[in-house]
């Protein structure tokens, strides 16, 4: 739902609950490539959420949101 609103309504708000929701994870997850360098999953988790914002509206009703966000970090 919290995407969907960003997508349709460019809901900045909605996204970033989604953003505070899943950050950490995406921070771990990318942090485990670097040998656990937070500083690195950082800035992995930011450009995942950025490519994910700028691309929202394309996405919207594919599926599951993590397994969608754990790709796109992965790919980053």
């Known amino acids: 739902a919290l995407l969907h609103r960003a997508a349709t309504e460019s809901d900045t708000a909605a996204f970033a609950c989604l953003v505070a929701r899943h950050q950490a994870r995406i921070i771990g997850f990318a942090a485990r490539f670097f040998g656990g360098d937070r500083d690195a999953g ?4 930011q450009d995942t959420f950025v490519r994910v914002w700028e691309n929202r509206a394309a996405y919207v009703g594919k599926g599951k949101l993590v397994p969608y966000l754990l790709r796109v970090a992965y790919n980053r």
Do not use: E, F, P
């Open 42 to 45: 950082m800035d992995i988790a």
